[in-house]
Structure formats: structure tokens, C-alpha cells
């Protein structure tokens, strides 16, 4: 069966730097596009960044430099590197696995929460 599982997630300070990681399962990992999204209580799902198969990483404009998105195939991982963390990146972040089409799939991850404090 598929399965995305996050981890790494916590509780930092703010300036302080944290790394997740998504790893799956029963999906052939080099033809998924891999994204991280997060979601705050009380608000919308936001897209942060998006590791294609072809192509150049993209970013949401409020990671500012501040975050990097990379994967490693042979452990069929997504990673998001996050630095200069500030309380608005407290959120659950969850990873999200698109194949390539046709017909495309999709697959989430359950989340991992990371809390910034002051």
C-alpha cells in the first residue's frame, strides 16, 4: 500500500533551524513530483515548495531564501530544510506525492507539526 510519513518536526525558537523528512512507500518515487504544503489552525492549506521530477525547484515567496526542498531517490525521501524559522512557520506540515500523467495520483502524508516559539 502507499504510504507518506512525515518526521521531524518539533518545537524550536525563533532564528532556530529544523529539517523534515516525508519517506514513502509502494509508489515508484522517481516519476512523483514531491511538495511540501503546511496548514495553520483556523486557516487555508498553504503550498511551500515543489521538487518536480524534471525541472528546477519552486518555492512559495514567504520562504524568502530561508528554505531548501531536495529528495533523495534511492531512499524514496523528500526533505525540507527550513532556517530562520519565525512564529508565522508554525504550522502542520504535510508532504505531498503527485505522479507524473497520465492519469495523474495523488497522495498526502498525515503531518508533522512544528511550533516556533519566541
Known amino acids: 500500500q502507499v504510504q507518506l510519513v512525515e518526521s521531524g518536526g518539533g518545537s524550536v525558537q525563533s532564528g532556530g533551524s529544523l529539517t523534515l523528512s516525508c519517506t514513502t512507500s509502494?509508489?515508484?518515487?522517481?516519476?512523483?513530483?514531491m511538495s511540501w504544503y503546511r496548514q495553520a489552525p483556523g486557516t487555508g492549506r498553504e503550498w511551500v515548495a515543489t521538487?518536480?521530477?524534471?525541472?528546477?525547484?519552486t518555492y512559495a515567496a514567504f520562504v524568502q531564501g530561508r528554505f531548501i526542498i531536495s529528495r533523495n531517490n534511492a531512499n524514496s525521501t523528500v526533505f525540507l530544510q527550513m532556517t530562520h524559522l519565525h512564529i508565522g512557520d508554525t504550522a502542520v506540515y504535510r508532504c505531498?506525492?503527485?505522479?507524473?500523467?497520465?492519469?495523474?495520483?495523488?497522495?498526502w502524508g498525515q503531518g508533522t507539526q512544528v511550533t516556533v516559539s519566541l
Open positions: 521538487i518536480p521530477v524534471f525541472g528546477k525547484t
Open positions: 509502494g509508489i515508484k518515487f522517481d516519476f512523483y513530483h
Open positions: 505531498q506525492a503527485v505522479s507524473l500523467p497520465v492519469p495523474s495520483r495523488t497522495y
